[in-house]
């Protein structure tokens, strides 16, 4: 920030463009192309966090009565943005490979919705990775230009293990795919400086929505996040943030192995920031939350993220921002509530024989 104000402190200080600082959105597009995707600078808005970005594409597009289709579990903070501007919205299954593709072909011909919000990575909150083959199928799927999908890739550079897979936006061949990103999830997440990727017509449009709302994101802060990035300094830190994170994932599947009962599932991500658990039969999410809050261990319930009631109980625990020492600490409160919980209810199916008297 210093040096940006040393050199260009006149520009910095004053109104930039709606759609972004020019610098930036080039970088960003440079960035893209490398991960193959086929984008422009002048198909890039900057936006204030990665939330903008979904509530201006949905200002775009979104109508009341329109049908929008969406994981289910997702983002809860997506499906409000939908709701706000008067979407129908229909689930779409999540299994070990993402989303569940095969059902999108009948849910388009079924619902003929305006949009289809996906995040193919480390997906927010079961932490499940779309499999490439389901990619390759979307992609074809989509290739009508029927439907705009909406693809979230909050986290992509948060892996840990495996391979990279190619975007949806880089498999698009019929333009319908808008991608947005954030540098909060990877860099800070005060920082609020996101962005999309849309074909030019649709990013003029969002553009101007965002002059109307903001006018822009603050030019101070892109020129310096870009000062930054220019300088390798993000690749930097991403090449240390990851092997902390690594450790931080790897803490809380050991502790989840140690402290948690057998009956007990969950996931195992190459990357992001949680873990999605599914709780015991008979164990409530709720109930398990509420007892962990009250030892200062806060975790999220699984029936935030769905679209109605879910099948099976479930928690979602970051990992991010606590010591390997705290969520070991952590999951152990976790474990001692759910088994204890479990005795309980065993105590009920079984109580313990009366005698009888001797006559």
Excluded at 141 to 154: K, T, Y
Excluded at 318 to 336: E, H, K, T, Y
Aim: with cysteine; net charge neutral.
């Amino acid at each position: 920030m210093q040096a940006v104000l040393r050199n260009d402190g006149r520009d910095v200080l004053g109104y930039g463009p709606p759609a972004g600082h020019p610098p930036l959105r080039r970088f960003i597009a440079g960035e893209m192309r490398q991960r193959g995707m086929h984008v422009s600078e002048e198909e890039i808005v900057v936006t204030n966090g990665s939330q903008q970005a979904i509530d201006l594409i949905a200002r775009a597009l979104v109508d009341p009565g329109d049908g929008v289709l969406v994981e289910n579990p997702t983002y809860l903070g997506a499906v409000q943005v939908f709701q706000s501007y008067g979407a129908e919205i229909d689930g779409i299954p999540v299994d070990s490979e993402g989303a569940m593709v095969s059902v999108v072909p009948d849910a388009i011909e079924r619902r003929r919705p305006k949009l289809l919000y996906l995040m193919p990575n480390f997906q927010n909150p079961t932490s499940r990775t779309m499999s490439r083959s389901r990619r390759e199928s979307l992609a074809a799927v989509l290739a009508s230009g029927r439907v705009v999908v909406v693809e979230d890739d909050f986290g992509g550079e948060l892996r840990y293990e495996g391979e990279d897979l190619p975007t949806l936006k880089s498999l698009d061949r019929g333009g319908c795919v808008v991608y947005l990103s954030t540098f909060g999830k990877k860099l800070l997440p005060g920082l609020r400086v996101g962005w999309l990727a849309a074909p030019q017509p649709l990013a003029e449009r969002i553009a101007h929505l965002k002059k109307i709302s903001d006018y822009s994101t603050s030019v101070l802060l892109q020129a310096a996040l870009h000062e930054f990035c220019r300088r390798g300094e993000l690749r930097r830190h991403l090449g240390q943030v990851v092997g902390h994170y690594r450790e931080r994932r790897d803490a809380m599947l050991a502790a989840l192995e140690d402290c948690f009962p057998r009956s007990a599932e969950w996931t195992r991500p190459e990357g992001g920031l949680v873990v999605w658990v599914t709780l015991p039969d008979g164990v409530g999410a709720e109930d398990v939350a509420a007892e962990a809050s009250a030892q200062g261990v806060l975790v999220g319930c699984g029936d935030l993220f769905y679209l109605g009631r879910p099948r099976r109980e479930n928690l979602r625990l970051a990992f991010s921002q606590a010591s390997p020492v705290q969520i070991r600490d952590g999951v152990g409160i976790l474990g001692q509530i759910i088994n204890r919980k479990i005795a309980v209810q065993a105590g009920r199916k079984n109580p313990p024989e009366q005698p009888l008297p001797l006559i």
